[in-house]
């Protein structure tokens, strides 16, 4: 057996490393390889020999550096994801080095330490009620997972149902409002807790993607019994928010538990400038949001977050006769999460709001709104660029040839699409809008800055040009 030298392998994975993030705002914002590609570059048969550890690191990267997507790169406005900040990379790495297994504060204190306090400090940053729970998640999908368990334990105990014990069969049955334009994830969680995808009542938004106050107001009225109601901050094309100030009184008024889906935009309540567009979300009872989308942790990270802790613990807790017993007042990770063994996700968190502070955070998001609508604006003034959402926040939906019949703007909407990635000055993918096809512009990464919103929207427009220069002699 090769000895293996710690330092020397880190050393190797932070060179390969470092090499990447420093070229990252010349690379391509698009893969050089194609996923067949990337497949035979790594497909080989089952090693019987093993190979030295900075080897195996120096193959690794070889392998996978022409098949990576510059996600973290200043143009990439894909989806809306963050850009693994170094500082966030660098705690991380600590994190796997120090091997902590973080689901006991007895076994890891300063894990569980660190998670408590980085916990503490997202509730002030967000400005959520101060009593409430924090769960150090994968991500939003699974922060919105606990948050409706804590739901629906909490809104069936009300009834004399104990859920937890005795599990969903002979239930009273749970109604779950959710908005017609919740993220698909929320969808996946419910059908995890067995609520069904489809048994839920879908309420309608509006041309924006936002429940308004009227049309809660109308589906509420036919709700009996236990209630969940789901609303959200920031929807992942329009980057609308929910009318909270409207449809809070109402889901008060139905006794519901009231869950705030608020991957990223729950953001905006960092941001002085934009809080008010989350004014009365901090009414819910639980709120679901990413440290690995504004905050720019790197992977895995998302903060399930409830007011009623104890509901939190009940849905979550795993108790087992070899683990240290929790004792009174202390806070558990693994309480707080469906896992048990997991890593230290406080770190990252921790260090990533101590590198920005309050002020960075705020600057950030501000900056990021700025450049989104810096965007917009340059695009709207190009002939037969349309520009389909107001731009709130940091989204931008964008529509090509948008006066010509419905098909001919789909097709060339694709067209510009297509042309964009393969250009590959900046990286914005598609969805399809109310019926019709739209690029959409996710604004979110540290290290877009407004000559990257200027880049980018010169290579739209260049590449809008070109498509109609084809297509319309
Ligand atoms: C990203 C996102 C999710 C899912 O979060 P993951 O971190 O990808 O699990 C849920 N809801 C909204 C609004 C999102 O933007």
Known sequence: MEEVSARKIFQCAA??????????????????????????T???????????????????????????????????????????????????????????????HHAAPAAAAAE??????????????????????????????????????????????????????????????????AHATVFSALQFLGFGHDR?????????????????????TKMTGPCIAIFQAGQINTGAFDDFSGIMPIARDIGAWVHVDGAFGLWARAAPSKRALTKSAEQAHSWATDGHKWLQTPYDCGYAIIRDQEAHRRAMTIAASYLPPSDEGERDPSHFVPELSRRARGFATWAMIKHLGREGIAAMVDRHCRVARAIAERLTVEDGINVLNEVVLN??????????????????????????????????????????????LSVISWLTDDQAGEMTAEAIIATWRAVRGGTLV
């Not at 705002?25 to 050089?32: I, S, V």
């Not at 839920?200 to 509420?220: C, K, L, S, W, Y």
Request: hydrophobic fraction near 45%; proline fraction near 5%; include cysteine.
């Open 42 to 104: 790594f497909r080989e048969a089952l090693p019987e020999q093993g190979s030295a550890g900075a080897e195996v690191i120096g193959d690794l990267a070889a392998k996978a550096e022409p098949g990576l997507h510059a996600m973290v790169g200043p143009r990439f406005f894909g989806w809306v994801i963050g850009g693994s900040h170094p500082v966030g990379v660098a705690a991380d790495w600590m994190t796997s080095a120090w091997g902590q297994n973080a689901g006991n």
């Open 200 to 220: 839920v009542v879908r309420v309608e938004t509006d041309h924006t993607g936002r429940i308004a106050a009227p049309a809660f107001a109308g589906a509420a």
């Open 395 to 440: 989204q931008v939906l964008v529509r090509f040839g948008a006066a010509l019949p419905g098909e001919e703007s789909d097709r060339l909407t694709q067209a510009a699409i297509a042309r964009l990635q393969a250009d590959g000055t900046c990286f914005a993918g598609g969805a399809v809008w109310r019926g019709r096809k739209v690029m959409r």
């Open 116 to 181: 408590a306090v980085a916990a503490n400090w997202l509730l002030d940053l967000l400005d959520l009620p101060r009593e409430s729970s924090v769960g150090f998640a994968t991500g939003a999908t699974l922060a919105n997972f606990i948050c409706l368990a804590a739901a629906r334990g909490e809104v069936l105990r009300q009834c004399g149902w104990d859920v937890e014990a005795q599990g969903l069969f002979g239930a009273p049955p749970v109604s779950v409002l959710i908005g017609d334009d």
């Open 15 to 40: 060179g390969h490393a470092a090499r990447f993030r420093e070229k990252i705002t010349e690379l391509p914002q698009r893969p050089e390889l194609s996923y067949p590609a990337a497949l035979a």
